[in-house]
């Protein structure tokens, strides 16, 4: 590929980075070396996030499901799930409004609470 042909694409990658960078926001990181834990992640979720995503990740009347295509992990990475818990989510996908940050969850809980999403997303075919 020339360079030119190369500049688009670089600029859409970049178009995901920049609005948190914009915002001199920090992603945060969980522990190195933590291993994200599915089962701990699943009682996590219960408590802070089922009530709008559902506990089936199909969503309510107050948030969108997880087991849908915009949340696969090449468009919603990690990060975007550290960003939300830290600094909730302005309304850009949907229509539900916004979603407020949790607080009292740590990064740590954050990451288990991602690997649950990620288990059930692959389940349903989501990848
Ligand atoms: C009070 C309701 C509510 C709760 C509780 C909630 N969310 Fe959300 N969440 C939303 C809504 C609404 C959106 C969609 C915003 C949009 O794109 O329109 C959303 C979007 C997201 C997104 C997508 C972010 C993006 O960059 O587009 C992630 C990731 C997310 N939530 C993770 C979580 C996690 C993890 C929890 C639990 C720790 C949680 N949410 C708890 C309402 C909620």
Not at 32 to 39: C, K, T, V
Not at 47 to 58: E, F, T, V
Not at 115 to 124: D, G, L
Request: charge should be positive.
């Amino acid at each position: 590929m020339t360079p030119a042909k190369r500049l688009p694409l670089l600029l859409a990658a970049a178009c995901f980075a920049l609005p948190a960078v914009a915002q001199g926001l920090q992603i945060p990181k969980p522990s190195p070396g933590l291993m994200p834990n599915p089962a701990a992640g699943k009682s996590l979720y219960g408590k802070h996030c089922a009530s709008c995503h559902g506990m089936d990740l199909k969503g309510t009347d107050k948030g969108p499901p997880f087991l849908h295509r915009i949340y696969e992990p090449s468009h919603h990475g990690n990060a975007a799930f550290q960003l939300a818990v830290k600094n909730g989510v302005r309304a850009h996908h949907w229509k539900f409004g916004d979603m407020p940050p949790v607080p009292g969850l740590t990064p740590d809980e954050a990451a288990h609470v991602t690997a649950f999403v990620r288990v059930e997303q692959r389940r349903a075919g989501i990848q």
